[in-house]
């Protein structure tokens, strides 16, 4: 099943990602200039990161007990969005990039990949707890 879900949400970011970044990229370009196209490949760097960490995370937190799932996906899930805060805060002060293109790149991109982790997320959450597979018993 675990392969079957990581391939399905590997599908769902390419398809999210092909569609956004090149359209960003051309919007940004046209009405940024190089310094939009700068700040445009940045944001999409930036969430494309993110959303490998929050991959790399699932697939850690589906191999644990279900009674942890929930406290250890909120926890992840702060700890990830701190550090991009972060990163995204200290980006701004770079003068090659344009700001506003980064920042929406960013999130058009992030937006994007966070309803595809959730939709995907719930999906495999509701398969594992259905079936009672990491409790020994039936939910």
């Known amino acids: 099943m675990k392969d079957e879900f990581t391939g399905k949400m590997a599908g769902g970011m390419a ?4 569609v956004i970044i090149p359209l960003g990229l051309i919007i940004s370009g046209v009405f940024g200039g190089w310094k939009g196209l ?3 490949f940045v944001g999409f760097a930036v969430a494309s990161l993110n959303t490998a960490a929050a991959m790399a995370t699932l697939k850690w937190v589906m ?19 701190l550090v991009l805060a972060g990163a995204l805060f200290g980006l701004t002060y770079v ?5 506003l293109a980064m920042l929406f790149s960013f999130l058009a991109l992030f937006m994007a990949y966070t309803v595809i982790e959730f939709i ?8 594992i707890l259905k ?3 990491n409790t020994g018993t039936k939910l």
């Open 131 to 133: 079936s009672g597979k």
């Open 38 to 40: 700068a700040g445009s």
């Open 63 to 81: 191999k644990k007990p279900a009674g942890l799932m929930p406290t250890l996906m909120l926890a992840t899930m702060w700890g990830r969005l």
């Open 120 to 127: 995907f997320a719930y999906k495999g959450f509701g398969a």
């Open 15 to 18: 398809i999210a990602g092909a």
């Open 95 to 99: 003068k090659a990039l344009n700001t």
